[in-house]
Nanobody, 120 residues
Framework: QVHLMESGGGLVQAGGSLRLSCAVSGVTRAISPMAWYRQAPGKERELVVRDRGDMRRNYADSVRGRFSVSRDIAKNTLDLQMNNLKPEDTAVYYC??????????????WGQGTQVTVSS
């Protein structure tokens, strides 16, 4: 069974940095695409960045230039480096993998989320 585990969230002051990591287990091959989403209180979940596995990455306008994603295919991990954090980056950050064809159906997988809080 595919399992995603995020780590690295926490509390940081505005202007600071955090690094999130997502580890995928339960598969013998790399899953693509993978992505980071976030959900702030009272708001819908939004895409932060999608990594398509071929060096193509799509960043949300709100984080472009401040966040960067790195992928380790061999370890099946997706890290998110977040610099110059702003209070509006406060949210629960979720790792996502898929959609990927498994058997005869498309599957989408989510981690449990990690809280990022940026104080002003």
């Amino acid at each position: 069974q595919v399992h995603l585990m995020e780590s690295g969230g926490g509390l940081v002051q505005a202007g600071g940095s955090l690094r999130l990591s997502c580890a995928v287990s339960g598969v013998t091959r790399a899953i693509s695409p993978m992505a980071w989403y976030r959900q702030a209180p009272g708001k819908e979940r939004e895409l932060v960045v999608r990594d398509r596995g071929d060096m193509r990455r799509n960043y949300a306008d709100s984080v472009r230039g401040r966040f960067s994603v790195s992928r380790d295919i061999a370890k099946n991990t997706l890290d998110l480096q977040m610099n110059n954090l702003k209070p509006e980056d406060t949210a629960v950050y979720y790792c996502n993998a898929g959609p990927v064809l498994m058997g005869d159906s498309l599957k989408n997988f989510w981690g449990q989320g990690t809280q990022v809080t940026v104080s002003s």
